[in-house]
């Protein structure tokens, strides 16, 4: 059982910010930080020295720079590494077929989205599984990576490989905030994957009792 000062933590927690709200940063905060723990460069212009990042010339090193600023939110060496112009490739992929803007995405990081679509990072293309950016944040419920995404026209109900959509992501994590806003958008909420599955059975499989009650008052079928 929690001891005293951790329950009023949590407590605090659920009636500010929320548990999932709070869940949500710490994930984009540890992807971020994993992907530039070896990246010196793109730290060192985060703490303002952009000589090392400037030294940069390899296009290799320029794309990998760029993705871990993209996962990490640091706008200050992603501007930078955006202002080289043809030297850069926005849509470069790596890492099982992420670009840039999917490595965003997945931090949560909507500034750093913004200025990536603004460069021209292509808003649809997928991974090797088949995700787009706005997939991936709704897999760990970014609502405002999400937010961000559908204003530079992200397909709502694109599909991955084997036939989920933003929402089925949202659902399996409980992701409340975004189930909310990508319902908003026009999500089909009756949409299956391969499996027959729907947003509603994957949060009801998972026990997300916030979740279940949105997809139920936009509709979702019990017996779909």
């Not at 603004?118 to 937010?147: F, M, P, Q």
């Not at 729907?198 to 026990?207: F, K, P, Q, R, S």
């Amino acid at each position: 059982m929690p001891a005293a000062p951790q329950v009023r933590i949590l407590k605090e927690v659920d009636e500010g910010v929320g548990a999932d709200a709070l869940n949500t940063l710490a994930r984009g905060a540890v992807a971020g930080a994993l992907r530039c723990m070896e990246e010196r460069e793109v730290l060192s212009s985060a703490m303002g020295n952009d000589a090392p990042l400037a030294a940069l010339q390899e296009r290799e090193a320029l794309v990998k720079a760029l993705r871990s600023a993209a996962a990490a939110g640091l706008m200050a060496p992603l501007k930078a590494l955006l202002g080289r112009g043809e030297e850069m490739v926005v849509d470069a992929k790596a890492d099982g077929g992420r670009t840039a803007l999917m490595w965003a995405a997945t931090g949560g990081h909507a500034a750093a989205i913004a200025a990536l679509v603004a460069a021209g990072a292509e808003v649809e293309a997928k991974d090797d599984k088949g995700r787009t950016a706005l997939i991936l944040a709704a897999c760990y419920g970014h609502a405002a990576a999400i937010a961000a995404l559908l204003a530079a026209g992200a397909e709502v109900n694109a599909k991955q490989n084997d036939g989920m959509t933003a929402l089925m992501s949202a659902a399996i994590g409980g992701h409340a905030a975004a189930i909310a806003a990508l319902l908003e958008a026009g999500a089909e909420v009756e949409a299956k994957d391969t499996g027959g599955a729907t947003a509603l059975m994957a949060a009801a499989e998972n026990g997300h009792a916030a979740a279940i009650a949105a997809l139920l008052e936009a509709g979702a079928e019990v017996e779909a």
